[in-house]
């Protein structure tokens, strides 16, 4: 409900505004969770601030905001980055704390650290001017659905984040199943250190974000995503075999999706400056989607035919994925749904050159048109000397 109805709003208001406002009212409810004893009431107040934890969400297009374009991915990966560690930290310390006191300290913990948050945010959150102030907030949701079905890129990538997401959830969700059985028969404790395993991955995103800086975005993605491919193999060859596999797979599929994830958000959030947190917004939808068909298929599989059907599933689902990317070229009109119009240049400063020439003639002939122009009119203006009668 917050990524429908609140995160477009970036497009509309002031986005510091927004945050601020919404990290207050998510801390306020936080407050109401630790000290509640009546569940439909625990029920209710979670849903709320569901709604309004769209912060990170509202956040991501204003980072692709602030950076130059030569440097999106970087501030798209930072930003990404920040947001995974700190869904495995709080994952971590609540199970740390719940194990050994009672679980309202969570919420109080989360309490001091939203106001820390709140206090950050207050000081260094710069005041963005709002945009698109001719439409309305009904405009802004109808026009985030139309792009959603009438753009080709948008189209393609929510589909590839389904697949990717959905894989990506089913193997983290099925890891404590393998781990806990046989071969391992692994404590929980010991499958809950295999997440430090994914958090060494996510530190290295904002490393990758720079390298994609350097590529053509859709190599980029194509790059990621045949490493999911060859890491989801290394899973299905061995996972139940070899926990020096499953080790491998942990740290090589966190890298490659928090890659393909950065490449992925640059290239739609690159379709319109005005629209980027509706564009932030499917996409960000299209990642739960593909997390809930993860989660369900994953675990019905694996516990009707065993982890290796299950992982041979999501390799398939994987090279999907590059099927799907392959249908557009890297350099694909906006409109057009499939073919590699525009060639298959990989090198990112020629296609920059190239844009600039083209931009440079386009200037050219527009100067060269208005110098022409005044000759025109002048030579209009004067009579014709055979009209003009001898005296």
């Known amino acids: 409900v917050g990524l429908l109805l609140i995160s477009p709003l970036g497009d509309l208001v002031r986005r510091r505004q927004l945050m601020l406002l919404l990290i207050v009212l998510s801390t306020v409810i936080t407050v109401g969770l630790a000290i509640t004893r009546n569940l439909q009431v625990f029920e209710i107040l979670s849903f709320f601030i569901g709604v309004a934890t769209v912060t990170p969400q509202i956040l991501m297009p204003l980072a692709a905001d602030l950076a130059p374009p030569e440097r999106r991915a970087s501030a798209l990966s930072v930003v990404l980055s920040g947001l995974m560690l700190g869904v495995l930290i709080a994952r971590v310390l609540a199970g740390v704390i719940g194990n050994f006191t009672s679980w309202r300290v969570v919420y109080y913990m989360s309490i001091g650290v939203q106001s820390l948050v709140l206090i950050g945010a207050y000081l260094i959150l710069p005041d963005y001017p709002a945009k698109n102030r001719d439409l309305t907030y009904f405009q802004i949701l109808f026009s ?10 948008v189209v393609q990538v929510a589909i590839i984040n389904i697949a990717s997401s959905a894989c990506f959830t089913s193997f983290w969700v099925t890891l404590t199943f393998l781990l806990g059985g046989p071969p391992y028969y692994y404590s929980t404790l010991i499958i809950g250190l295999f997440g430090l395993i994914g958090m060494l991955g996510v530190l290295v995103g904002p490393f990758a974000g720079r390298v994609i800086d350097n590529l053509v975005l859709w190599y980029a993605t194509l790059i990621a995503t045949i490493a999911l491919v060859v890491f989801q193999a290394v899973q299905t060859a061995a996972g139940g075999i070899n926990v020096a596999a499953v080790i491998v797979a942990c740290f090589g599929l966190d890298v490659a999706r928090q890659s393909q994830q950065v490449s992925l958000s640059a290239r739609v959030l690159g379709i319109s400056s005005a629209a980027r947190a509706r564009l932030n917004a499917i996409l960000i939808l299209s990642l739960f989607i593909g997390q809930v ?34 249908l557009r070229g890297p350099h694909c009109p906006r409109k057009r749904w499939f073919g590699y119009e525009g060639g298959l240049e990989a090198r990112k400063q020629v296609v920059l050159d190239r844009e600039n020439a083209q931009r440079r003639g386009e200037v050219q002939h ?15 203006m004067q009579p014709d000397k055979s009209l003009i009668l001898p005296k």
């Open 293 to 326: 068909m993860g989660t369900s298929v994953s675990t019905e599989v694996f516990v009707q035919h065993g982890w290796r059907a299950c992982s041979l599933l999501m390799l398939a689902l994987q090279g999907f994925q590059i099927l799907i990317l392959l």
């Open 366 to 380: 527009d100067s060269e048109a208005q110098k022409e122009a005044p000759m025109k009119n002048s030579e209009e």
């Open 144 to 153: 985030m659905a139309k792009y959603a079905v009438t753009e080709p890129l």
